[in-house]
């Protein structure tokens, strides 16, 4: 089956140091991938949407210059959390499909737990 | 209105019993919905999607949508302790962009 690979798994990080996260799409080509962010005992909440090639769409509310997305090619994207702060700390997921028809699934990586001292 | 709601619970059932989640969600023109299941401090995984009006059935696991009604549900027969988990139902919105929107999870626990 589709499988996405996600590293880091836990990273502790000062507070001011950036943080970059990869998600490898491993068997098939991820056109489309998701970054979620989940809060204890909170639901995943979408932060952007990115195609390969092209620029990321952010929800409202996150700040586009903090959170940078890559998704300079069909198997890999990358969140960078920059100057981080002990508010970022969260649960970072992110997620990958081949398509946006109704017949294609998603796949989660197995998340990032970022802990901001 | 939220885009999915959900029970946020703790449902609990005992062992063997049938658990019944259920999700609503508000955008008529939404295509796929998904359940997931989420074990504390770990990622989603799929349990089953679908997208046609009716029940679909895999195993212990039956997805029930009826569209009309805006409703989708999860039935667990059996109930195992392991089942015992976070369950998020997730919709994949009529817009363009192919995300899913989540719940907030109903917490079931299955007790011995």
């Known amino acids: 089956g589709a499988v996405v690979s996600q590293h880091p798994s836990r990273v502790i990080c000062k507070s001011g140091t950036s943080v970059k996260i990869e998600c490898r799409s491993l068997?098939?080509?991820?056109?489309?991938m998701f970054w979620y962010r989940q809060f204890p005992k909170q639901s995943l909440m979408l932060m952007a949407t990115s195609n390969e090639g092209s620029k990321a769409t952010y929800e409202q509310g996150v700040e586009k210059d903090k959170f940078l997305i890559n998704h300079a090619s069909l198997t890999l994207s990358t969140l960078t959390v920059t100057s981080a702060h002990p508010e970022d700390s969260s649960f970072y997921i992110c997620s990958a499909t081949g398509g946006q028809s109704k017949y294609y699934g998603y796949t989660f990586g197995s998340g990032t737990r970022l802990t901001v001292v | 209105q939220k885009e999915v709601e959900q029970n946020s619970g703790p449902l609990s059932v005992p062992e063997g019993a049938i658990a019944s989640l259920n999700c609503t969600y508000s955008d008529r023109g939404s295509q796929s919905f998904f359940w997931y299941r989420q074990y504390s401090g770990k990622s989603p995984e799929l349990i089953m999607f679908i997208y046609s009006n009716g029940d679909k059935e895999d195993g212990r696991f039956t997805a029930q949508l009826n569209k009309a009604s805006q409703y989708v549900s999860l039935l667990i027969r059996d109930s195992q302790p392991s089942d015992s988990a976070t369950y998020l139902c997730?919709?994949?919105?009529?817009?363009?962009?192919?995300?899913?929107?989540f719940g907030q999870g109903t917490t079931l626990q299955v007790k011995p």
């Open positions: 068997d098939f080509q991820a056109t489309t």
């Open positions: 997730a919709v994949k919105t009529s817009s363009n962009t192919g995300k899913l929107i």
